[in-house]
Protein backbone atom coordinates (compact mmCIF):
# COMPACT_ATOMS: atom_id res chain seq x y z
CA UNK A 1 0.00 0.00 0.00
CA UNK A 2 1.49 3.48 -1.03
CA UNK A 3 2.13 5.75 1.82
CA UNK A 4 0.33 9.27 2.07
CA UNK A 5 1.90 12.49 3.02
CA UNK A 6 0.32 15.03 4.53
CA UNK A 7 0.05 18.65 2.51
CA UNK A 8 1.62 20.93 5.18
CA UNK A 9 -0.19 23.93 5.56
CA UNK A 10 0.97 27.65 5.46
CA UNK A 11 1.28 29.82 7.96
CA UNK A 12 -1.10 32.99 8.05
CA UNK A 13 -0.82 36.08 10.03
CA UNK A 14 -3.55 38.67 9.85
CA UNK A 15 -2.98 42.34 11.52
CA UNK A 16 -5.82 44.78 12.69
CA UNK A 17 -3.96 48.21 12.59
CA UNK A 18 -5.19 51.73 13.72
CA UNK A 19 -3.19 54.70 13.83
CA UNK A 20 -4.34 58.18 15.62
CA UNK A 21 -6.50 60.12 13.88
CA UNK A 22 -5.72 63.60 16.28
CA UNK A 23 -1.64 63.34 15.03
CA UNK A 24 -1.13 63.37 11.85
CA UNK A 25 1.51 61.07 10.41
CA UNK A 26 0.87 59.11 13.40
CA UNK A 27 2.39 55.64 13.18
CA UNK A 28 -0.01 52.50 12.97
CA UNK A 29 -0.28 50.41 15.95
CA UNK A 30 -1.47 47.04 16.06
CA UNK A 31 -4.99 46.67 17.38
CA UNK A 32 -5.24 42.47 17.44
CA UNK A 33 -2.99 39.98 15.42
CA UNK A 34 -4.27 36.18 14.65
CA UNK A 35 -1.55 33.71 14.13
CA UNK A 36 -2.75 30.35 12.30
CA UNK A 37 0.08 28.27 12.29
CA UNK A 38 2.85 29.33 13.35
CA UNK A 39 5.03 33.35 12.97
CA UNK A 40 7.96 31.89 15.21
CA UNK A 41 10.49 34.24 15.40
CA UNK A 42 8.29 37.23 15.19
CA UNK A 43 5.87 36.35 17.54
CA UNK A 44 6.40 38.77 20.04
CA UNK A 45 6.34 42.00 17.55
CA UNK A 46 2.20 40.77 17.30
CA UNK A 47 1.16 42.58 20.24
CA UNK A 48 -1.85 45.35 20.60
CA UNK A 49 -0.28 48.20 20.70
CA UNK A 50 2.71 47.26 19.11
CA UNK A 51 4.41 49.32 16.18
CA UNK A 52 2.94 47.74 12.92
CA UNK A 53 6.21 48.76 11.50
CA UNK A 54 7.97 46.45 13.42
CA UNK A 55 5.96 43.61 13.44
CA UNK A 56 6.32 43.89 9.29
CA UNK A 57 10.18 44.32 9.90
CA UNK A 58 10.44 40.85 11.21
CA UNK A 59 7.99 39.26 8.96
CA UNK A 60 8.99 40.16 5.92
CA UNK A 61 12.53 39.38 6.93
CA UNK A 62 13.92 37.73 3.57
CA UNK A 63 14.43 34.65 5.99
CA UNK A 64 11.43 34.14 7.91
CA UNK A 65 9.59 33.80 4.70
CA UNK A 66 5.97 36.00 5.07
CA UNK A 67 4.94 37.54 2.17
CA UNK A 68 1.89 40.20 2.32
CA UNK A 69 -1.20 38.58 0.18
CA UNK A 70 -3.94 41.23 0.69
CA UNK A 71 -3.89 44.13 2.94
CA UNK A 72 -6.88 47.08 2.83
CA UNK A 73 -7.77 50.50 4.27
CA UNK A 74 -11.01 50.17 5.92
CA UNK A 75 -10.90 54.55 6.79
CA UNK A 76 -8.40 56.80 6.56
CA UNK A 77 -7.14 55.75 9.62
CA UNK A 78 -7.41 52.04 10.12
CA UNK A 79 -7.33 48.46 8.12
CA UNK A 80 -6.00 45.07 8.19
CA UNK A 81 -2.80 42.99 6.47
CA UNK A 82 -2.75 38.95 5.61
CA UNK A 83 0.10 37.75 5.49
CA UNK A 84 1.08 33.67 4.56
CA UNK A 85 4.28 31.73 4.70
CA UNK A 86 4.70 28.65 2.87
CA UNK A 87 6.18 26.26 4.63
Known amino acids: MARVK???QPDLVLIS???NPLVPGSP???IAARVIGNAQPCRFTL???GLLINALNCLLD???GFK???QRKTSSVSGFLLL???R
Open 62 to 64: HNI
Open 17 to 19: WTR
Open 68 to 70: IVF
Open 6 to 8: AVK
Open 84 to 86: QRN
Open 28 to 30: RRI
Open 47 to 49: VPN
